[in-house]
C-alpha cells in the first residue's frame, strides 16, 4: 500500500514508542487489553445515558444519571486515546491510509462533537434525536475500529 502523503505516520511507526510496541512482549497486548476494557466502559456509559435521555429508566433522575455516567465516560475516554495512540504507533503507516480507521477517527471526532453539543439547552426531541445518533456513532466507531484489523 502507498504510503505517501502519511510522513507523519512512516516516523511514528520508526519511532522509540512504535518499535516498542511492535517489539515488546508486553506493551502490545497489555495497550490492546486496556483499550478494549476501556471501550466497555465507554459505551456502557454512554448508551445507558442515552437510553435515559430516549426515556427509559425514567425512575432515576437524569441529572443524577448524567453526574454519573459522563464521568465515567470521561476516564474511560482518556484511557482510549492514550492507549489508541500506543496501539496506533505500532503500525501508524497502514493505519493512517486504512479508510476504516480513517472513518473510526472522524467518527470518534462526531462523537466527541456531539457529546459537546449536550451541554446545550434544547426542545426534548431534538436531544431524543441526538441520544440516538450517538448511540449509532458510538457503535460505529466500535465496528469501524474492529474491521480495521481486516481491511
Not at 495497550?31 to 471501550?39: D, F, G, P, R
Not at 489508541?84 to 477517527?105: E, I, R, T, V, Y
Not at 472522524?106 to 450517538?134: K, M, T, Y
Request: hydrophobic share 65%; proline share 3%.
Amino acid at each position: 500500500m502507498d504510503h505517501a502523503g502519511f510522513a507523519w505516520a512512516v516516523a511514528l511507526q520508526g519511532s522509540a514508542l512504535g518499535e516498542a510496541m511492535r517489539s515488546s512482549l508486553f506493551l502490545y497486548p497489555a495497550a490492546n487489553l486496556l483499550h478494549v476494557l476501556a471501550l466497555g466502559f465507554l459505551l456502557g456509559p454512554v448508551i445507558l445515558l442515552d437510553l435515559r435521555i430516549l426515556g427509559l429508566g425514567r425512575v432515576v433522575p437524569l441529572a443524577a444519571a448524567a453526574q454519573i455516567l459522563t464521568g465515567m465516560a470521561g476516564a474511560a475516554l482518556a484511557v482510549l486515546l492514550v492507549t489508541g495512540g500506543l496501539l496506533f504507533s505500532a503500525d501508524a503507516a497502514g493505519l493512517a491510509a486504512n479508510p476504516l480507521m480513517q472513518a473510526k477517527l472522524a467518527l470518534v471526532a462526531l462523537g466527541l462533537a456531539n457529546a459537546a453539543l449536550f451541554r446545550l439547552e434544547r426542545p426534548g426531541w431534538r436531544r431524543r434525536v441526538q441520544a440516538a445518533a450517538s448511540i449509532l456513532i458510538w457503535l460505529l466507531v466500535t465496528i469501524c475500529g474492529r474491521l480495521a484489523a481486516y481491511v
